[in-house]
């Protein structure tokens, strides 16, 4: 019986930088040669990460000798014009632009570039800069459209596979078995390009397995499990955003300004999140996890 955790390129190992990913990987670098360049772990940074996670890869790369490649959604608006007035304004607009992050105008036909960075532990966003810019061009990603993980992650790792002249390869993710609905759904065809490994699926790892894991290790994420790694995630339910609120308030001023600014809510049924603090105790209701790569 083959090792679920020995893969074979081309792949990439979409890593989180949660624990269960973290886990995962730990498991396939055991195994499975890292450094010959046809499997690839890349981290997908959105700018509203929490500091832990990113001192946890950080931390990842350099006490398992793992390179990961840091990524960042830097999507450019090419603006369309039709007289050479409007190229000397599109000009003056670059050159503004240039000291907003994410940002390239550039005379063409109007359209839409989708791209990334490359990013460092050190040079990485930290104040939600790849986000806004995905907000500017697509609006407020919100439950039925949750085109932040499409966006942000899915579509920046497809375009640097393409980029480094990977042309069809495996995804891995990092589900376990007690996510039987989630891994149900990613075992499904797609016409993407790629198909899904889940070696912690496959091998029979549950939540219980990967928190024992850590409990061993001289390190951790450092955050409790009802956080995940995006500060304020719109998916979670109203009482765990309340609770998080409630002990870091800060963290609600990019979310309720993005509300404010587009004049729209992430959950169009909830309500705004500058309100969380100021609402009763909610009590945490049973809902199914929502298909996220930042909790993976």
Known sequence: MSDPF??????????????????????????????AGDVLVMFANTGKEREETLVFVDQIAKRWNIEIEWLEYARRYVPK???????????AIQALAARDYGRTYEPANGRKEPGYRVVTFSTASRNGEPFDNM????????????????????????KRLLDR??????????????????????????????????PLADAGITEADVMAFWAQQPFDLGLGQHEGNCDLCFLKTPAKKQRIATNRPAVVEWWATAEDRTGSKFRPHEPPLRSL???????????????CFCTD
């Open 165 to 198: 002249g990977f042309r069809y390869w495996d995804c891995v993710l990092g589900l376990r078995a007690d996510e039987p609905d989630r891994v149900s759904s990613k075992r499904a065809p797609t016409r993407e390009r790629w198909e899904h490994l889940m």
């Open 81 to 91: 014009y039709k007289s050479s007035e409007a190229a000397e304004r599109c000009t």
């Open 135 to 158: 907000i500017d061009l697509n609006g407020l990603p919100n439950r039925s459209l949750r085109m932040c993980t499409a966006e942000m992650k899915i579509r920046v790792i497809k």
């Open 6 to 35: 020995h893969v074979k390129g081309p792949a990439v190992i979409s890593f989180s930088g949660g624990r269960t990913s973290a886990y995962m990987l730990y498991r396939i670098a055991q195994v499975t040669d890292l450094s």
């Open 277 to 291: 603090v100021q609402l009763p105790v909610l009590q945490e209701e049973r809902s199914q996890r929502i298909d």
